[in-house]
T-cell receptor, first 109, second 114 residues
Framework: GQNIDQPTEMTATEGAIVQINCTYQ??????LFWYQQHAGEAPTFLSY??LDGLEEKGRFSSFLSRSKGYSYLLLKELQMKDSASYLC??????????WGAGTKLIIKP | DVKVTQSSRYLVKRTGEKVFLECVQD?????MFWYRQDPGLGLRLIYF???????EKGDIPEGYSVSREKKERFSLILESASTNQTSMYLC?????????????FGPGTRLTVT
């Protein structure tokens, strides 16, 4: 079966760095997405990786290793507004998105 | 900016009622999707459509149907609502399936079936 695993919840301090991991087992691979979802709101796109390596976008970076079925989202200089759930999703061989359950990130002052 | 709108943010219906959830996107996207989101579970795909009048079943289509009569509008229908359909329903759209384009989501409809 297809499976995406990410931690349920993480806590970090304002101004610090946090890494949210995602491991996947899917039927084929056509890219990995990270989305941010604030409570009660729609998911919004953060990043896309299809080749191995690191993609950097301001305070956010995303890494992919296809051979290990592994990705992480790195958030630097954490701000209170980064408190949200972070969703990992993989596009499979049928070009459908398979979603993880999300990681709830709590930022403390 | 891409905009995906959903007809209601909150909805309360009784068991057995027929329920219509409407979704409209304004960016001429070919693909549209309906998901449900429940605590502790990832988004689960109910149905999707890649063209007008075309529909494909997702992972959990039972108890649902869809309609896409116009490119910009994708409707989700609960023929006879049941309490286990209480959930957050998210609509999304994207330009093409075989590309790096992300899906754009509407604000969601929180449906409660009593």
């Amino acid at each position: 079966g297809q499976n995406i695993d990410q931690p349920t919840e993480m806590t970090a301090t304002e101004g610090a760095i946090v890494q949210i991991n995602c491991t996947y087992q899917t039927s084929g691979f056509n890219g990995l997405f990270w989305y941010q979802q604030h409570a009660g709101e729609a998911p919004t796109f953060l990043s896309y990786n299809v080749l191995d390596g690191l993609e950097e976008k301001g305070r956010f970076s995303s890494f992919l290793s296809r051979s290990k079925g592994y990705s992480y989202l790195l958030l630097k200089e954490l701000q209170m507004k980064d408190s949200a759930s972070y969703l990992c999703a993989v596009r499979d061989s049928n070009y459908q998105l398979i979603w993880g359950a999300g990681t709830k990130l709590i930022i403390k002052p | 900016d891409v905009k995906v709108t959903q007809s209601s943010r909150y909805l309360v219906k009784r068991t057995g009622e027929k329920v219509f959830l409407e979704c409209v996107q304004d960016m001429d996207h070919e693909n549209m999707f309906w998901y449900r989101q429940d605590p502790g579970l990832g988004l689960r795909l109910i149905y999707f459509s890649y063209d007008v009048k075309m529909k494909e079943k997702g992972d959990i289509p039972e108890g649902y149907s869809v309609s896409r009569e116009k490119k910009e509008r994708f409707s989700l229908i609960l023929e006879s609502a049941s309490t286990n359909q209480t959930s957050m329903y998210l609509c999304a759209s994207s330009p093409l399936a075989d590309s790096s384009y992300e899906q754009y989501f509407g604000p969601g409809t929180r449906l409660t079936v009593t």
